[in-house]
Each structure stands twice: as structure tokens, then as C-alpha cells.
């Protein structure tokens, strides 16, 4: 499914050189859409005008021999929690089905700035809630590695869109592991920033306290070109942070000896598939032959970590959604009073397990609930965070298996919520935490299915953590390709 263009350095180079034009190539990607995404399901809007004048105004650049910027000409795909000025935003669910928001997200604005072509939306679980895409409100996504298999979630439609060569890089977002699941079940690599790494600004929000926006791409090197372009402060988002934003792409040829790689045995444990294990594991050696050091360390309340996620993460959703009610946004439905116009319109406008969680979040921070919940998960999260700081004492980067499997099949977990719950023991921490992670793809079941390698690193350290990931996906490949 690959084009010779299929890396955002040589498309820009040859937009550049006047060998092809950013019109072409973003034609090429609509005619890519219209031939995969039948079966795929990735995309839920395309916005084919705003596509267009952007590329024709990289074109102008190129033909008047004007400096192309970073991104000019490049393919790129946003997942539908992310407002879009002008284009339908619908976050998976009936609720805002109709609704075309008035400005745009900070990340797509960088990503425009920087002269990317937005090809449209993808499809995602609603609201960002779920690990399969299953929960979308408008179709599942199929994964296009194995297309009886979920994508994961909830960003599946961005991680089946790179897998598929629809888009080249897409945007995610990530509240619990839905950048990260969903680019190891589809073979491509996904990251989730430091909290406050990238603005939020025009996301709409899940959990305000866990959710993070991020990109995908199938090499290292472009996600760390799409994560120079979307970071930094932002002031229309108070907890982005001002912290300096190094240029990632340069460091990633800085050498990973002398590195120290931990291993924390709470994530190798009961439940994980062996095959991904052997998968992590010989990662992890690859990592030890390019001289990182290999270090035991202990994360040793990962255990808590999924009901701590479940109660945080729904206590937050519950307030966060009240504000779909018919009233200002979206979906209304048909209703004789105020009040009735508030119920119908949740009642129709939100899925099942939206209500579950609305449900399970009021129930957490209701009175008399809230200090044995809400507040006890509160602090056991400080507990997980400081199991990674005391950590990273030791250690540079800490690296476990993405997900305990590999990709499901459609419909196999999606009469059980506690199933899906459960797989996300090993992406939910960095959430909590708020520390970097990454998942890069490390090898293949006997099904043919990916696997990914996880990376965590120290608070706004993404550089060594892409350089560690950067180094692997390189050794890697000389070693496919030898
Ligand atoms: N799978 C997790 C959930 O269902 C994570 C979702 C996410 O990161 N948005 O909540």
C-alpha cells in the first residue's frame, strides 16, 4: 500500500525540488481513502476544501523558491476529539453529530503552521472511552494489519490510518493508552507526551487530568518532528507548561551507550501473552547490544493502577460531560420542557458505555462516596508517581511490553467492559503519573500480529526517550533489512 512518497522528508524534498506538487500528493492520499477506507473505516469527515488551499499555498512556496517549512505538504490526519474550524467535530458520538465548532485546536494549528495538509478526521471511540474503537457511534474500525481485529482505541482510526497508508503522521490523544494500544496493535509507532507537553486547547475533554495529545507515524524520526511542531506553552491552555522544547529531531543521533534501561517486574506479569513477552524481551536485548545498561527496578503499585484509572478517570468524564445537554452544542432532541429536553437528549445522544462511565464517575465523587473513592484514588496515584520518580533515580528510561496482547478480535471483548478494563494495566500508569511513553513496534505474533515495546521516561524528557526508541527502530530495521 506504500507510495514512494511515503516519508515525510523525501515527500518534502521532492514538493521541494518540483517533482511532484502538494496538490498531487494530497490527491493521491484522497484517491488512497476512497480505494482502503471502505474496508478500514478510519476516516469520519473529510475536509477536502481546507486540504486543497493549503496545499496550493505550499505550492506557491515551492514555485516562487521560497523556504519550505517543516511540515510543507505532508498528509496529516486528526483524530475527532480535536475541534476543527469549519469542519463537523464529532469526538465518536451522536451527541455532537451535527456540530461544526468555531475554532480550531492549538495542535492543528501548529501542524498547519508548519505547513501540513489536514486530510480530515478519524473515527475513535466515543468521547476517547474504550480500547477497541467498538464504542464509535458510527462504525467500528477494522485493523488493516488483520481486519477481523480491532485497531485498539480509542484512537484506532488514527493508528489504522498511518498502518494503511491513508495519512502519514495523524494526531491521537491519550487518557489512559489510547495512542499508545492502539499504535502497537496496528504496528506503528505512537506517543504520548509529558502532561502539559502540548497544549489542550480545543480538545475536548475526557479526563482533563490524564488526557494528552499525541502523534503517530511509522518511524521514530517523524514523530519526533511532529512532536517539535506541536509542543511548548500555549496560553490559551494554563497547564501547558513553559518548559523549552528541545529540538528533538537533532538529538536523536546523540548515542544511547552508557543509557540505563529498567525493567520493572510488575510488568511482565500474570496475563501476558507469551509471545509478547519473547517480543519485549529480545527488545530489551537489542537495547543491551547498542550498550544501555539493563537495571531491575520496581514500580510496585502498578497494581492498583487500573481501579485507580477507572475512578479518576469517570469522576472526571461525569463533570466534563455535563455540558452536552441539548442546550448549546450538538444534538437536541425533541422535548416538551427544559428538563425533558436535558434527559432525552443524553438518553439518545450518548452510547452505553458513556453512560456507564457518567454513571460510575457521579456515583465516585458523590457525597459520602467521594472519600472512599475519589480522594483514595487521588492519593494512591501520588503513590504511582512516586514509584516512577524513585525509579527513575536509578534508570534513564523504563521499557515493558505496550500491551499484555496483541490486536483482538472485532466483538470479542465488547460484551465485557472488565475485560477491555483490564488490558490497560500497562499504559494507564504514565497517565497517572504524567511521565512520557512511547510504543514502537517490536516484532510480530506466530498470527502475524505487532507488538509493541513500551518506553517511559523522566518528566518532559521525551528527547532520550525518542532517542532510546530511535536507536531500536534502527537496529531493528538493519537487522530486517540487513
Ligand atoms: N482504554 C482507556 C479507557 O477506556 C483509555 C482511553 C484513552 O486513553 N482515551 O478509558
Redesign the pocket.
Known amino acids: 500500500m506504500m507510495t514512494s512518497l511515503h516519508s515525510i522528508d523525501s515527500l518534502r524534498n521532492a514538493i521541494r525540488e518540483e517533482r511532484t506538487t502538494a496538490i498531487a500528493v494530497a490527491s493521491e492520499y484522497y484517491q488512497r481513502i476512497q480505494n482502503y477506507d471502505g474496508e478500514v473505516g478510519a476516516f469520519l469527515t473529510l475536509c477536502e476544501e481546507r486540504a486543497m488551499k493549503q496545499a496550493g499555498l505550499i505550492d506557491q512556496m515551492a514555485a516562487e523558491g521560497q523556504p519550505l517549512p517543516p511540515l510543507a505538504g505532508v498528509p496529516i490526519a486528526i483524530k475527532d476529539v480535536m475541534v476543527t474550524a469549519g469542519v463537523r467535530t464529532t469526538a465518536g458520538s451522536r451527541i455532537l453529530d451535527n456540530f461544526i465548532p468555531p475554532y480550531d485546536c492549538s495542535a492543528v494549528t501548529r501542524l498547519e503552521a508548519a505547513g501540513a495538509v489536514i486530510l480530515g478526521k478519524l473515527n475513535c471511540d466515543e468521547f ?4 477497541s474503537n467498538e464504542n464509535s457511534a458510527y462504525r467500528p474500525v477494522h485493523n488493516p494489519r488483520d481486519k477481523t481485529r480491532v485497531p485498539g ?2 484512537s484506532g482510526g488514527s493508528a489504522a490510518a498511518v498502518a494503511a497508508g491513508m495519512a502519514i503522521a495523524t494526531l491521537g ?6 495512542i499508545r494500544q492502539p499504535a502497537s496493535f496496528c504496528g506503528v509507532v505512537g506517543l504520548k507526551p509529558t502532561y502539559g507537553r502540548v497544549s489542550r486547547y480545543g480538545l475536548i475533554a ?1 479526563a482533563s487530568s490524564l488526557d494528552h495529545i499525541g502523534p503517530f507515524a511509522n518511524t521514530v524520526e517523524e514523530v519526533a518532528l511532529l512532536l517539535r511542531t506541536i509542543a511548548g506553552r500555549d496560553p490559551m491552555d494554563s497547564t501547558s507548561a513553559d518548559v523549552a522544547v528541545p529540538d528533538y529531531v537533532a538529538e536523536l543521533v546523540k548515542p544511547v551507550k552508557g543509557l540505563r534501561v529498567g525493567v520493572a517486574k510488575e510488568y511482565f506479569a500474570e496475563g501476558l501473552s507469551p509471545e509478547v513477552r519473547t517480543a519485549v524481551e529480545a527488545a530489551i536485548q537489542e537495547l543491551a547490544k547498542l550498550g544501555c545498561e539493563i537495571i531491575p527496578v520496581s514500580l510496585p503499585h502498578t497494581e492498583y493502577a487500573i481501579s485507580t484509572y477507572y475512578i479518576i ?1 469517570t469522576g472526571e468524564a461525569s463533570s466534563n460531560l455535563a455540558r452536552y445537554d441539548g442546550a448549546r452544542y450538538g444534538f437536541r432532541a425533541k422535548s416538551s420542557t427544559l428538563s425533558e429536553m436535558y434527559r432525552k437528549t443524553r438518553d439518545a445522544g450518548f452510547g452505553a458505555e458513556v453512560k456507564r462511565r457518567i454513571m460510575l464517575g457521579t456515583y465516585a465523587l458523590s457525597a459520602g462516596y467521594y472519600d472512599a473513592y475519589y480522594l483514595k484514588a487521588q492519593k494512591v496515584r501520588t503513590l504511582i508517581a512516586r514509584d516512577f520518580k524513585e525509579a527513575f533515580r536509578w534508570v534513564d528510561v523504563i521499557a515493558s511490553p505496550t500491551c499484555p496482547t496483541t490486536a483482538f478480535r472485532l466483538g470479542e471483548k465488547s460484551n465485557d467492559p472488565m475485560a477491555m478494563y483490564l488490558a ?1 494495566i500497562y499504559t494507564v500508569t504514565a497517565n497517572l503519573a504524567g511521565v512520557p511513553g512511547i510504543s514502537v513496534p517490536c516484532g510480530e505474533s506466530s498470527e502475524k500480529l505487532p507488538i509493541g515495546l513500551q518506553l517511559f521516561a523522566r518528566h518532559f524528557d521525551e528527547a532520550t526517550l525518542l532517542r532510546v526508541a530511535h536507536a531500536y527502530q534502527q537496529a531493528k530495521s538493519r537487522l530486517q533489512h540487513g
Not at 476517547?128 to 480500547?131: F, I, N, R
Request: proline share 0%.
Open positions: 476517547a472511552m474504550g480500547s482505541g480509542s490523544s491519550d487518557t489512559g493508552g489510547s475526557f478517570a490497560d
